[in-house]
């Protein structure tokens, strides 16, 4: 009965939507307009629809019934669903209409319906499931949204299967454990491998570069052409839960030659070695606390030749030495092409050895001359990024700031890096540094006296080699 009801109330939908609305002088008619003619024609139109649907309904509750005698539960019928689809317009109602005498043989070729095996009652419900469909393609065409032509060209129509599946039944084996035979298995050596937690990186490069620096550059004037090498390694320890451990060791080196002193032919220009130890321990998400030391001086010595060949020194190694101990706290990022540290420190203290005793006014200052080393306390800051802004240029900058509220130190340090291939790159290299620890720091006027600011400033651009590990 439920089946009888659904069908019902689908054949009723479609009788609603085929009743046809007459117009007169391009008006749509309203209820007090239509004549009594007009509504004799719809209540027979209603009244033949009715009688095509009692048909279609005496025969499905036949079709039940037959079910029922031969013991079947279920009427499968897959015969109605061009009725509850999205609407289609299919060939075989049109044929059913146009041919005399159709039949379902006729339209064999098409493979939409076999009816080898229908029974009459199954061909009667065939039958007016395309008279509904005829009506619905006679009054109401807008309705239709793709051809059968189009189902069948996209692979939405599954043709019938004529040809019957064979499968053969296997014989159920029943195994039991008691039967089956256990395999003996030798003796297996497990091997435990522990996490590697270090990441170990580093680059190496040799370039020809153009340099220049201010006159009151710290290491000494350099204005000139040279070749220089720089190598930096990177051991890094990260258990992935609380405990990170930064180390960084940072070499440059470089030569100009100096055809116009006869006392000195060659003259170190880039002249660095700086060590950077970071502990931290994880507080928050992307904060740790942290421990940094920092130690930097020079490789080989610097001097300085006048006319007379009078020799004078203005830094060799250990003279001077700075080393910064620093406890804070550090904030790491990692986003997609933009990576860096900043690290804040309410205490650092600031230790500068001078291992010669000449050197030593000029680096602690004049009330330091007969002594070979200095300690400060105070706040300092210290940013590092790498910025990757196209696959084969990268910005890496260290950003540094310490005072001990009597004198600061600032320095920016900035490499950007051009890559031509694997191998070849060309940097251009900018550092401001500020320090007022001493006058002789400050910018020389045109007698050579040290009275002008305490910004000093160094460039350099290079082409060379260069190799990332």
């Known amino acids: 009965m439920k089946k009888i009801t659904i069908l019902f109330a689908l054949a009723f939908a479609y009788t609603t939507m085929a009743m046809p609305i007459t117009r007169k002088e391009g008006k749509t008619q309203t209820k007090a307009q239509i004549s009594e003619d007009e509504v004799q024609d719809s209540v027979q139109y209603f009244k033949t629809f009715a009688d095509s649907l009692q048909k279609l309904i005496d025969t499905y509750k036949s079709a039940d019934n037959d079910n029922v005698n031969s013991g079947l539960t279920t009427n499968i019928s897959p015969y109605f669903y061009q009725l509850i689809t999205p609407g289609t317009f299919y060939l075989q109602p049109i044929r059913q209409i146009l041919t005399p005498n159709w039949k379902v043989e006729n339209d064999r070729e098409?493979?939409?319906?076999?009816?080898?095996?229908?029974?009459?009652?199954?061909?009667?419900?065939?039958?007016?499931s395309h008279q509904a469909l005829g009506s619905m393609y006679t009054f109401?065409?807008?309705?239709?949204?793709?051809?059968?032509?189009?189902?069948?060209?996209?692979?939405?129509?599954?043709?019938?299967?004529?040809?019957?599946?064979?499968?053969?039944?296997?014989?159920?084996?029943?195994?039991?454990?008691?039967?089956?035979?256990?395999?003996?298995?030798?003796?297996?050596?497990?091997?435990?491998?522990?996490?590697?937690?270090?990441?170990?990186?580093?680059?190496?490069?040799?370039?020809?570069?153009?340099?220049?620096?201010?006159?009151?550059?710290?290491?000494?004037?350099?204005?000139?052409?040279?070749?220089?090498?720089?190598?930096?390694?990177?051991?890094?320890?990260?258990?992935?839960?609380?405990?990170?451990?930064?180390?960084?060791?940072?070499?440059?080196?470089?030569?100009q030659t100096n055809q116009d002193n006869e006392y000195q032919k060659f003259k170190p220009t880039n002249n660095?070695?700086?060590?950077?130890?970071?502990?931290?321990?994880?507080?928050?998400?992307?904060?740790?606390?942290?421990?940094?030391?920092?130690?930097?001086?020079?490789?080989?010595?610097?001097?300085?030749?006048?006319?007379?060949?009078?020799?004078?020194?203005?830094?060799?190694?250990?003279?001077?030495?700075?080393?910064?101990?620093?406890?804070?706290?550090?904030?790491?990022?990692?986003?997609?092409r933009f990576s860096g540290s900043l690290m804040l420190a309410p205490g650092t203290y600031n230790f500068k050895y001078v291992d010669r005793i000449d050197l030593a006014g000029r680096y602690l200052g004049s009330d330091r001359k007969e002594h070979h080393s200095k300690h400060t306390f105070g706040p300092s800051a210290t940013a590092r990024f790498n910025w990757k802004i196209a696959n084969n240029i990268s910005w890496d900058s260290r950003l540094y700031w310490i005072t001990n509220l009597h004198y600061t130190n600032i320095e920016f340090e900035n490499t950007i890096t051009f890559s031509i291939n694997k191998y070849l790159t060309s940097k251009f290299y900018f550092y401001p540094r500020f320090n007022d620890t001493s006058i002789k720091n400050r910018m020389p006027d045109d007698e050579g006296k040290n009275t002008g600011t305490y910004w000093m400033f160094k460039e350099w651009l290079s082409l060379g080699v260069s190799y990332n590990w």
């Open 110 to 128: 098409e493979n939409i319906v076999s009816s080898e095996t229908l029974t009459d009652a199954e061909l009667s419900r065939l039958y007016y």
């Open 140 to 255: 109401y065409p807008s309705l239709i949204s793709v051809t059968e032509d189009q189902l069948t060209t996209d692979g939405k129509v599954v043709n019938d299967v004529d040809v019957p599946i064979k499968y053969e039944k296997n014989e159920q084996v029943d195994y039991s454990l008691a039967e089956l035979e256990q395999e003996e298995v030798g003796q297996v050596d497990a091997i435990v491998r522990k996490p590697n937690f270090w990441t170990l990186k580093g680059s190496n490069s040799l370039d020809l570069t153009q340099n220049y620096a201010t006159d009151n550059w710290f290491q000494g004037k350099a204005n000139h052409y040279n070749v220089q090498g720089i190598i930096a390694v990177e051991a890094n320890f990260n258990n992935k839960r609380k405990i990170q451990w930064d180390n960084r060791l940072d070499l440059q080196l470089g030569f």
């Open 272 to 336: 660095l070695v700086r060590i950077n130890t970071k502990l931290g321990i994880k507080a928050a998400k992307n904060w740790n606390y942290a421990l940094s030391v920092k130690a930097e001086s020079q490789l080989v010595p610097n001097n300085n030749y006048d006319k007379n060949g009078n020799k004078s020194c203005i830094t060799d190694f250990l003279s001077p030495l700075n080393v910064d101990v620093a406890l804070g706290i550090d904030w790491k990022w990692n986003l997609k």
